[in-house]
């Protein structure tokens, strides 16, 4: 009887293919640490993210490979790890982030700050080092929904700030820096010169995912931002209804604009529909029906996900409380978004870079 070889398990391994990047495990270089001991085989596979929506798939494919082109094989040991990829490698603003992703809307009020939040919530629940900068230099809720607001921000040693922290989530906020119920009435270069020193100023430690919380619309911040960081790519927010879907549809377009332009992940439809608890088998569509799908035609961009109206949400909002930690009925929507978003972002960053 022959030995089993790492040769083999490769072969084995090189019908296993990743579904999202259309290549084979193998080849994109996912098998780790193989180790034979007579016939019991161990390997390690290591996804482009944490949150990857295919890790259960590719197991079991992988197992199946193994069982099917290996016929001496009597136990195999297959650990499914992750490193986040990236296209920042010679990034020159903050390089110790790998992908800084922006949420966005055009109209106000639609649940941007709830998907940042969630989406912070989600990576880092799955494993991923997460931060979140809250943008919305007028209505910073992002402080309230961590619950870390009325935090002070400590400086280190040089003077950097060190953001505030929730479940291992960084945080940084131009709330920490104004007085709650003192009105911010900043023109064009203060705003800017706020969001610098909120992006680079501050001692964010090495992250997967940066999550960038924009203000509504399409204005100075977003021009900003789009200036100073180059960003992997924009999520759109959008509830169904007609007038949320034009001025959705106007900040898709600012971000095809030269000058401003960033790669639209896709599009989270909030505010979906509405089950009441006393009454499950009816379902409401309170602000109309199918608007993302539209501009998801309109612009060729996928779907990330839709998220109903859940009180329970809104309360965890609210309270600052982190919805993947306890019972929430919202939670699966949110999971199924986080690793829909992930999953556009190892697609984006499997593609060649133009050079
Ligand atoms: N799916 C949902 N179910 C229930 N409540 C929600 C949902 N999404 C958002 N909310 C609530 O709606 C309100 C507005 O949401 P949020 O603050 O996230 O919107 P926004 O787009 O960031 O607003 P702004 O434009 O003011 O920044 C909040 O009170 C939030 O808790
Ligand atoms: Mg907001």
Request: aromatic share 6%; hydrophobic share 40%; with cysteine.
């Amino acid at each position: 009887m022959s030995e089993i070889t790492p040769k083999e398990i490769l072969q084995a391994l090189s019908h296993v293919d990743d579904p999202d990047l259309h290549k084979d495990i193998v080849t994109l270089g996912m098998v780790k640490d193989i180790e034979i001991d007579g016939k019991k085989v161990a390997f390690t596979v290591e996804l482009t993210t944490p949150a990857c929506p295919m890790k259960e798939m590719i197991e079991r494919a992988c197992n199946n490979a193994v069982k099917h082109f290996i016929k001496d094989v009597e136990e195999i040991k297959i650990t499914m790890s992750s490193r986040v990829t990236t296209q920042r490698d010679k990034a020159t603003v903050l390089p110790n982030v790998k992908n800084i992703i922006a949420v966005a809307s055009g109209k106000g009020g639609v649940g941007k700050s709830t998907v940042a939040a969630n989406l912070a919530y989600g990576l880092s629940h799955m494993g991923a080092k997460v931060g979140i900068l809250d943008a919305d230099i007028y209505g910073p809720s992002i402080p309230i929904m961590m619950g870390v607001k009325g935090q002070q921000i400590r400086t280190s040693p040089e003077g950097k700030m060190i953001p505030a922290e929730k479940d291992g989530i960084q945080i940084m906020s131009i709330g920490f820096m104004v007085a709650e119920n003192q009105p911010v009435v900043w023109r064009g270069p203060m705003l800017s010169s706020a969001f610098k020193q909120l992006a680079n100023d501050a001692q964010w430690g090495e992250l997967d995912y940066l999550i960038i919380d924009l203000p509504p619309g399409t204005g100075d911040i977003h021009l900003t931002v789009a200036q100073q960081i180059p960003l992997t790519g924009v999520v759109m927010v959008t509830t169904p209804q007609d007038m949320a879907i034009a001025d959705c549809r106007r900040a898709m377009s600012m971000f095809r604009t030269q000058g401003v332009s960033a790669p639209i992940l896709g599009i989270v439809e909030n505010m979906s529909w509405f089950v009441p608890a006393d009454a499950p088998d009816k379902k409401y569509f309170i602000f109309g029906k199918g608007g993302a799908d539209t501009l998801s035609k309109e612009f060729d961009v996928p779907i990330i996900g839709h998220i109903p109206i859940f009180e329970n949400l809104r309360s965890s909002a609210d309270a600052g409380v982190n919805p993947f930690g306890e019972h929430n009925p919202a939670t699966e929507h949110l999971k199924q978004i986080t690793e829909a978003l992930a999953q556009q972002v190892s697609i984006l960053n499997n593609v060649p870079q133009a050079v």
